[in-house]
């Protein structure tokens, strides 16, 4: 991993990062797969940080954003050609991003997530076709960032670990977030096509969002290099909180939205197109037509499918295959044996 930094004092962390696909999106498909080379293989760690001392004045911080963007594209990979327009609209999207923060209204640590969420936003509107944009470390862009446009007294007893740590968290939420947007709306072109309405469409977005932030966020595995049992509990949790959520939206009916075949070629699509967290890349995941996910969209449409023969009891809110506890049982040991193989 090469790191871009700025001027002043620095805190260093070491670290060292999918697989396109052939026929309709191949190229958005290559675009977005991790390259080790900017990018570490199993996450991101916090590249040189600038330092903020309590005594210091912000007289000259605004070379602080062109710096970083200069040096960013100075390290770039052999073969990666960028134009000063690049750069500049790169180094204007990190500066925009605080126009609409209030910074009275919030502590500065959602203040960083907000602007996070806002910068990669934009980022991804303008800039979602370059090939480099999947490989560049733009932490210390968006540390750079947050120092030249946040109001000094808002940072300046602010400890360098902890801004550190909130500034890479809200860097790989707000990134892997975002790089998830045109994604799936490969998939859902490639899988749904044109047969599809807008409102059918919206639903099942939506369920696949919300389901993969849902994974990301309650397993293990979406904050560090999968082993075998990490990236089945991920699989297991996207696709049973898509199908349950996608379930909700359709009065428990979620196959008139998406039919269980096509949910299978749906996650298919999406984790060869990219959408495996960049946290849990490694050697052996993500892999293609991987058969869990088929049993997953199986248990999953069983759990959350209302039936049309037997009424049954809603248990936590949501629709269940049986109405016994030893039903309940045996569904939990199915899923578990599929975890031990």
Not at 202 to 212: H, I, L, S
Not at 245 to 255: A, E, I, M, Y
């Amino acid at each position: 991993r090469a790191s871009a930094g700025t001027s002043g004092g620095v805190s260093q962390d070491s670290g060292g990062g999918g697989d396109g696909r052939s026929g309709a999106g191949a190229q958005a498909a290559r675009s977005r797969q991790i390259s080790p080379r900017w990018r570490r293989r199993g996450g991101l760690a916090p590249a040189r940080m600038v330092a903020i001392p309590p005594s210091a004045t912000l007289a000259g911080s605004e070379d602080l954003l062109w710096e970083s963007v200069s040096n960013l594209f100075a390290q770039a990979p052999e073969g990666c050609s960028e134009t000063a327009k690049s750069a500049r609209k790169l180094r204007e999207y990190f500066r925009k991003g605080a126009k609409t923060l209030k910074f009275d209204a919030k502590s500065w640590q959602e203040l960083v997530i907000d602007y996070a969420d806002s910068v990669f936003f934009a980022i991804f509107q303008g800039l979602s076709d370059r090939e480099w944009l999947f490989e560049a470390d733009l932490v210390p862009v968006m540390d750079a960032g947050i120092k030249e446009t946040f109001p000094r007294s808002l940072l300046v007893d602010v400890r360098a670990k902890e801004f550190e740590d909130v500034v890479v968290a809200a860097h790989d939420g707000a990134f892997e977030e975002h790089r998830f947007t045109p994604i799936l709306w490969d998939a859902v072109q490639e899988v749904l096509g044109e047969d599809v309405g807008a409102k059918t469409r919206r639903k099942v977005c939506d369920a696949v969002t919300q389901g993969r932030a849902f994974a990301v966020k309650s397993s293990a595995a979406g904050r560090s290099p999968a082993g075998e049992c990490e990236a089945r509990d991920f699989v297991y949790r996207w696709v049973d909180k898509t199908i349950e959520l996608l379930s909700v939206s359709t009065q428990g009916r979620p196959s008139d939205a998406l039919p269980e075949l096509s949910a299978v070629e749906f996650f298919h699509a999406l984790i060869e197109l990219g959408a495996w967290p960049i946290a849990m890349v490694t050697e052996d995941f993500p892999r293609k037509q991987w058969d869990f996910v088929e049993y997953c969209v199986h248990q999953a449409y069983m759990d959350h499918m209302q039936s049309n023969n037997d009424p049954r009891s809603r248990k936590r809110g949501k629709w269940r295959r049986g109405n016994t506890a030893a039903t309940d049982r045996m569904e939990v040991e199915d899923a578990r044996s599929w975890k031990r193989q």
